[in-house]
C-alpha cells in the first residue's frame, strides 16, 4: 500500500460494531480495510451519480433541441451514415 496516512475518525457505535462484525467475518483484514472499501464504494456511487446528471442534461438539451425544431431526421442520419461506412463484408456462416 502506497503512501499511507494516519487519520482519527469519529464513528457511531453501529459504525464499529459493522467494522468488527466484518473483521470477525474475515471479510476484512482490518477496520482500515473496512473503511477503506466503504471509501471506494462511495466514490463510485458519487462518479455514477455525476454521470447521470451529465446524461439527464444532455437529454434536457436534446428535448430542448426538438422543441425547438432543431432535430435532425433519424431516416436522413442513418442514410448518410451508411454511405460514409460501407458494411464490411460479412464472414460466411457454417451450416450443419
Known sequence: MANV???NVSLTARHRKIIDREVARGNAASASEVVREGLRLYEERR?????VARVRAEIEAGI???DRREGLDGEQVFRELKARYPAAPRAKRKRG
Open 47 to 51: 462518479l455514477r451519480t455525476e454521470a
Open 5 to 7: 496516512v494516519t487519520l
Open 64 to 66: 430542448a433541441q426538438l
